[in-house]
């Protein structure tokens, strides 16, 4: 079972910042924060990933709470290619290997 | 640098055939992950493979499907006696299997379409 919780659904008006928030509480100290998006019918695409520090790349910036319980992948200016299903995961990344459980994610919208 | 490439990306085929999907992971890349996406739902671990080894099969049906990833070459997932439930988008996805960096990329995928 996935370990996080995302809203099902997000509207957002485009230009405007995306925030999209996820719980994780029962986070362990060794689990990264990782996000993907799949834009329908195409291959999930990685965003960004995070431990305990905000994260900053091209794409999206990723705000963790000190307490690591929760996360918010921010959009800064959202276009319509934007529309798309994104999905926060938790994983054990120094290990040999571990599955990605992707639960259902938040499918948002970018309106005009 | 290419990202990884699924091949057929659509494939048709009736009941009773065998559906062969390949994937040649990126570049530098020595662990393949598969994923099959239902219809409406979301992605599901199937198989995790290391060059001539499968680490982890869990989540694959235990008839009918089978993966494997060659010394040289793509990694092939095979279903035989496709039915009209395999129907669904395939996915693979690779990453470079050193300790730190297990970012896996995920390429485009196959449909498959059982008739």
């Known amino acids: 079972d996935a370990k996080t919780t995302q809203p099902p659904s997000m509207d957002c008006a485009e230009g405007r910042a995306a925030n999209l928030p996820c719980n994780h509480s029962?986070?362990?100290?060794?689990?990264?924060v990782y996000w993907y998006r799949q834009i329908h019918s195409q291959g999930p695409q990685y965003i960004i990933h995070?431990?305990?520090n905000n994260e900053t790349n091209e794409m999206a910036s990723l705000i963790i709470t000190e307490d690591r319980k929760s996360s918010t992948l921010i959009l800064p200016h959202a276009t319509l290619r934007d529309t798309a299903v994104y999905y926060c995961i938790v994983r054990v990344v120094l290990t040999s290997y571990d599955k990605v459980i992707f639960g259902p994610g938040t499918s948002l919208s970018v309106i005009p | 640098n290419a990202g990884v490439m699924q091949n057929p990306r659509h494939l048709v085929r009736r009941r009773g055939q065998e559906a062969r999907l390949r994937c040649s992971p990126m570049?530098?890349?020595?662990?393949v992950y598969w994923y099959r996406q239902l219809p409406e739902e979301g992605l599901k671990f199937m198989v995790y493979?290391?060059?001539?080894?499968?680490?982890?099969e869990s989540g694959m049906p235990k008839e009918r499907f089978s993966a494997e990833f060659p010394k040289e070459g793509p990694s092939i997932l095979r279903i035989q006696q496709v039915v009209r439930g395999d129907s669904a988008a395939y996915f693979c996805?690779?990453?470079?299997?050193?300790?730190?960096?297990?970012?896996?990329?995920f390429g485009p995928g196959t449909r498959l379409l059982v008739l």
């Open positions: 996805a690779s990453s470079p299997g050193v300790n730190g960096q297990e970012t896996q990329y």
């Open positions: 995070g431990l305990k």
């Open positions: 570049k530098g890349h020595s662990h």
């Open positions: 493979l290391q060059k001539e080894n499968i680490i982890d």
């Open positions: 029962t986070i362990s100290g060794n689990e990264y």
